[in-house]
């Protein structure tokens, strides 16, 4: 099958592309990568009498370091984001989760913003923006809004993103001394979307407690979960006391839209998630122990 027809538009920034998307309202569509949006026009899935180009709008890419943190731009590559060594050292799940993602072609097209407005349940960027507690910020024609990423997943493919509105940066925390990353997710196939899985971020006290967990899960919902029942059952508790298995039973136990389709039964999801945190806690809580 083809795409329905469309009109396509290219702003030269991101003020005319929000002046674009109110004049045309609901009618539009954002297109970044266009990784997740074409396979859907393409099929049929859904279709716009407009689509608004992004990709090549230069204040909407690039990587800078921030107080306290990391913004990248919305329409910056996931190949970009996998080849940088800056990330590696200041954002690790990030860069630990790209990999995953498709295959290296779909990564040199694919953005990070393009993903975390898609707002799949089973894609890695949103679990890693939910288990660092991303800032991600809106443009409207009324000014810019910061969103935390707990607040912005809303649905199935659904976000906080008005028709008029347009995502314009996203804010990672910097890692802190004592702290440990993790992503594990269970696939078919490599580059298929995962079954299940788990991203983890851990930051300790000089106590060797729990000062802040993230969990942020794959595949197990109607949107883009995390795991609060586990998260906060371990708070100030000590990480050599912390039973890994009780987390991946506690961050599963409580889940009520666990998918079930050809790839697997809600069980056979919670079971699989429950094995994927209790590996990616394993190795998050050994490398905040180890510092």
């Not at 990784?35 to 992004?54: G, Y």
């Not at 913003?113 to 089973?122: T, V």
């Not at 795991?227 to 708070?235: G, I, K, P």
Request: charged content about 25%; overall charge negative; glycine content about 10%.
């Amino acid at each position: 099958m083809k795409a329905a027809p469309f009109e396509y538009h290219r702003p030269a920034t991101a003020t005319e592309a929000v002046e674009t998307l109110v004049e045309l309202g609901d009618t539009a569509k954002v297109l970044g990568g266009g990784q997740s949006l074409a396979p859907m026009l393409a099929l049929r899935l859904a279709t716009f009498e407009h689509l608004v180009d992004v990709s090549r709008i230069d204040e909407l890419r690039g990587i800078e370091r921030v107080d306290g943190g990391v913004r990248i731009g919305p329409s910056t590559t996931q190949a970009t984001i996998e080849r940088s060594s800056e990330l590696a050292a200041t954002v690790p799940l990030l860069a630990r989760a790209t990999p995953l993602i498709g295959h290296f072609q779909i990564r040199n097209r694919g953005t990070l913003g393009g993903s975390l407005a898609h707002a799949d349940p089973a894609a890695e960027y949103p679990a890693v923006a939910l288990a660092l507690d991303a800032e991600l910020e809106i443009r409207s024609p009324g000014g810019v809004r910061s969103v935390p990423a707990a607040d912005f997943f809303t649905g199935l493919w659904s976000t906080v993103v008005g028709d008029d509105e347009l995502l314009v940066g996203v804010t990672f925390p910097e890692r802190s001394a004592r702290s440990g990353f993790a992503i594990r997710e269970f696939a078919r196939r490599h580059g298929d979307f995962a079954i299940a899985g788990a991203a983890i971020a851990i930051e300790l006290d000089g106590d060797q407690r729990v000062a802040r967990c993230g969990i942020g899960l794959l595949g197990l919902g109607s949107a883009p979960e995390r795991a609060r029942v586990a998260e906060r059952t371990v708070l100030a508790s000590s990480i050599t006391e912390i039973d890994a298995h009780e987390v991946g039973q506690l961050a599963t136990d409580g889940l009520e839209s666990v998918p079930s389709d050809v790839h697997g039964s809600a069980a056979y999801r919670r079971r699989v998630g429950a094995a994927m945190v209790v590996d990616a806690w394993q190795a998050a809580a050994e490398e905040a122990r180890r510092g």
